[in-house]
T-cell receptor, first 116, second 109 residues
Framework: GAGVSQSPRYKVTKRGQDVALRCDPI?????LYWYRQALGQGPEFLTY????????KSGLPNDRFSAERPEGSISTLTIQRTEQRDSAMYRC??????????????FGEGSRLTVL | KNEVEQSPQNLTAQEGEFITINCSYS?????LHWLQQHPGGGIVSLFM???GKKKHGRLIATINIQEKHSSLHITASHPRDSAVYIC???????????FGTGTRLKVLA
């Protein structure tokens, strides 16, 4: 697609429910990143993939959070048994192959999660 | 621990003013990025710097590696420049950005 696409844009859920957030990166982009942004704060790294391999998941806050990118394109961030503190904007970003890389990350519009 | 700190947190300027936003970062960060977050929430990359200075239109970004400091300047500011400006550091070989908390800029007509 033309840009990084995330869905849903808005998600309201009740505490204890599972949610899945989807990211469709720019076609041909190798690396995909997930960030979380609390209100009034800068984004915080969660995890990233090169192709289908999860290279770093050190930013995932606990084992309720997981991410996958099974075919090296679309990625899903899953939050199990959601809690109110999970409420945030979840942002996905992608970057092109290293040979084409100007150092720029391309961000999606984000998925705003509200846990009641 | 790698850290990125920005100042000021909030900035209000009159149209036409020259604006400077500052960013300090810690050891281990090899590249510094400036991003713009629009009121609607979208984030756009403005610059990536590992040395020197870059210019795009009315935006200028500089970095002083020895002092671990970067600045974003906006010349002849305009109300459409109103946004949150975020600096972020990355470590060599990754785009595991470490973000500052952002500077909320409001330019008044």
């Amino acid at each position: 697609g033309a840009g990084v696409s995330q869905s849903p844009r808005y998600k309201v859920t009740k505490r204890g429910q599972d949610v899945a957030l989807r990211c469709d990166p720019i076609s041909g982009h190798v690396s995909l990143y997930w960030y979380r942004q609390a209100l009034g704060q800068g984004p915080e790294f969660l995890t990233y993939f090169n192709y289908e391999a999860q290279q770093d998941k050190s930013g995932l806050p606990n084992d309720r959070f997981s991410a996958e990118r099974p075919e090296g394109s679309i990625s899903t961030l899953t939050i199990q048994r959601t809690e109110q503190r999970d409420s945030a904007m979840y942002r996905c970003a992608s970057s092109p192959p290293s040979g084409d890389n100007t150092g720029e990350l391309f961000f999606g519009e984000g998925s705003r999660l509200t846990v009641l | 621990k790698n850290e990125v700190e920005q100042s000021p947190q909030n900035l209000t300027a009159q149209e036409g003013e020259f604006i400077t936003i500052n960013c300090s970062y810690s050891v281990g960060i090899s590249a510094l990025h400036w991003l713009q977050q629009h009121p609607g929430g979208g984030i756009v990359s403005l610059f990536m710097l590992s040395s020197g200075k870059k210019k795009h239109g009315r935006l200028i970004a500089t970095i002083n590696i020895q002092e671990k400091h970067s600045s974003l300047h906006i010349t002849a500011s305009h109300p459409r420049d109103s946004a949150v400006y975020i600096c972020a550091g990355s470590t060599s070989g990754t785009y595991k950005y470490i973000f500052g908390t952002g500077t909320r800029l409001k330019v008044l007509a």
